[in-house]
């Protein structure tokens, strides 16, 4: 007997080979390829709600108040909504849209924080209709439309704003948001000029200080940093008579895509728990609430993309080092992150019998036409012409940065939980999709 594969990393215990077919909660991949197509984001329920319970028990244990938000922005389909505010998740949401979605989904607005750069008029004034819990501000001209809208609107605008650390969150650059260099939040010493404002503003109730540092980081240290710098500064305002009930420490938990080992939720939470009691102590004042914002902690390891192998395109001579191609039915359009951020995805095998087949160093591809259409370089696999594969940890960013890129229509989603139907939570667009918000005008060429 051969021994067992041991169980990749990446995957959560949800996902597991029964009989050599990789299964998601006891449905087998290859069943929901049949009958659903590829490409396909497939989500495992239990693993989405093990990644929510090990914050919200871990911050049980500690008898801290503390509210979880899930960040739209990593995966915003409806049903994810719906079930993650059945957990008991709120929301981090950066526009319009996303405050529509969770709404839609039976959200609360009062367990939402409206995030992000360049926040409009229209979707100031539409959070401050739905009565969205705290407004998140990065800019003290934001800050002052915010207070006219809220006196045009005759309310008091809750508010924290976004301070800048300067913290290096040690991830990819494109994805770190805490540095002087980031477009993200304001300086401490602007902050402060703010909440000055803020709070000599009729039409602003200061609710809190937020802070975001980036994704995807797998350590501790900027962490703790950041929450040093955000009690340091809310002792600064403290002297200037400005108090605050929470403390937003933003998102940015990173997950395992190859090899990371990022702190568990547990350790997270230990750690920053710790660190604001006993700063509390020391100051002899209540512990503020703590909220945190994360996208890919919750839902990034649940998904994955399953995609088809549409053709082998191996060189002939291997002596040249040229790369051997495997064209599969997913591509750059479906799930961005090795284009944009030569990301890494897991790439396996449905069908472990497949595995009969030679290994190759594979660059596997998607149909797009560009270069830039990888998914993984240089992968030893077993494929086969009509086999499986899944892009592991894909739930976070992966359906949620999609794209019609090259007039493909965005795959299926479905949503999976052992011992129960599989949930069709997106239909895969058709091509009247594609074109329903066109319309054919004038003719360009001479009438
Ligand atoms: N809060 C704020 C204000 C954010 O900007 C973000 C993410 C989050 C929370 C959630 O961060 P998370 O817990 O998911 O790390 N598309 C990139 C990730 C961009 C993240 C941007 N901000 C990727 O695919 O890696």
Redo the contacts with the bound molecule.
């Keep these: 007997m051969t021994p067992a594969a041991p169980h990749p990393p990446m995957l959560p215990s949800s996902y597991a080979w029964l009989d050599d077919i990789l299964c998601c909660e006891g449905h087998s991949l290859e069943d929901l390829a049949q009958q659903f197509g590829t490409p396909l984001y497939v989500y495992s329920a239990t693993a989405i709600a093990e990644a929510y319970q090990s914050f919200a028990k871990a911050c049980t244990a500690l008898e801290a108040d503390v509210s979880i938000l899930f960040?739209v922005?990593?995966n915003p389909n409806l049903s994810l909504l719906s079930e993650l505010g059945k957990l008991g998740a709120g929301f981090?949401i950066?526009s319009m849209g996303e405050m529509q979605r969770v709404l839609a989904a039976g959200g609360s607005a009062a367990k939402m924080v409206f995030?992000g750069v360049g926040k409009t008029d229209e979707e100031l004034r539409a959070a401050l209709q739905a009565r969205v819990g705290c407004i998140n501000l990065e800019s003290l001209s934001e800050l002052r439309r915010l207070n006219q809208l809220a006196q045009g609107l005759g309310c008091k605008a809750p508010v924290s704003i976004r301070i800048n650390p300067d913290i290096d969150a040690k991830t990819?650059p494109?994805?770190s948001?805490g540095l002087r260099s980031n477009k993200f939040g304001l300086s401490l010493d602007q902050a402060l000029i703010g909440y000055q404002e803020a709070a000599a503003l009729p039409h602003l109730q200061v609710m809190g200080v937020d802070c975001?540092i980036g994704?995807?980081i797998t350590e501790l240290s900027p962490f703790l940093d950041a929450a040093d710098r955000v009690l340091e500064f809310v002792d600064r305002l403290a002297e200037k008579g400005i108090s605050i009930h929470h403390l937003d420490l933003?998102?940015?938990?990173g997950i395992c895509y190859r090899d990371e080992s990022p702190p568990s939720p547990a350790m997270l939470m230990e750690a920053l728990i710790g660190k604001v009691r006993a700063w509390s102590k020391a100051r002899g004042r209540p512990m503020p609430r703590l909220i945190f914002?994360?996208?890919?902690?919750l839902v990034g390891a649940a998904g994955v993309l399953l995609s088809r192998v549409v053709a082998l395109k191996p060189q002939p001579n291997d002596q040249t080092g040229a790369a051997h191609f495997a064209i599969i039915d997913a591509a750059m359009n479906d799930l961005m992150?090795p284009s944009l951020?030569e990301?890494w995805h897991e790439i396996l095998v449905v069908n472990r019998r497949d595995q009969q087949t030679e290994e190759r160093r594979w660059d596997v591809v998607g149909p797009v036409c560009e270069s830039g259409d990888w998914l993984g370089r240089d992968r030893p696999l077993r494929l086969k012409e009509g086999g499986l594969v899944i892009l592991a940890s894909a739930g976070?960013?992966g359906a949620s940065?999609a794209s019609n890129y090259n007039s493909r229509p965005r795959p299926a989603e479905v949503l999976v939980q052992a011992g129960q139907p599989v949930r069709l939570i997106r239909r895969r667009e058709s091509f009247e999709d594609l074109v329903a918000a066109e319309s054919v005008g004038l003719s360009l060429g001479p009438s």
């Design positions: 960040a922005k990593a981090d950066v995030s990819h494109y994805i948001t975001h994704s995807q933003g998102g940015g938990l914002e994360f996208g890919r902690a992150r951020y990301a976070a960013y940065m």
